[in-house]
């Protein structure tokens, strides 16, 4: 499922970005274009490897920003996409935006009340 996101810094000061991202519950981490940070001005928290899918590791930088998807905004951490990489809406964004995706209906639905 392919969905629109917005993409902003993390103190929400700039206009946002919008991406378009495949939709992967599968995957931790919302995976963004290093050129939307970029454009953004978003600092990098860290550098990281992680495990692809094929079993290769890469390493990847961290950024802090604000994910916006049909009128609800959170602040989460991504990843910086290079050339060649996806562009994912990853499990913690899902959850922190109050999300889930039902594969039968192929659709995002809220969450409800969340766990504390």
């Known amino acids: 499922m392919i969905i629109s996101v917005t993409i902003q810094d993390a103190l929400g000061t700039a206009p946002g970005v919008e991406v378009k991202v495949r939709l992967d519950p599968g995957v931790n981490f919302t995976w963004v274009p290093r050129a939307v940070a970029e ?31 049909e009128g609800t905004r959170a602040g989460i951490t991504i990843g910086l996409a290079e050339d060649g990489d996806s562009q994912v809406l990853g499990a913690i964004a899902l959850l922190t935006l109050g999300l889930t995706y039902d594969p039968r209906k192929d659709e995002l639905k809220g969450l409800g009340p969340l766990r504390a």
């Open 39 to 69: 454009q953004l001005g978003l600092m990098v928290l860290a550098r990281r490897k992680f495990r692809q899918r094929n079993g290769t590791v890469v390493e990847r930088d961290l950024a802090s920003a604000i994910v916006g998807y």
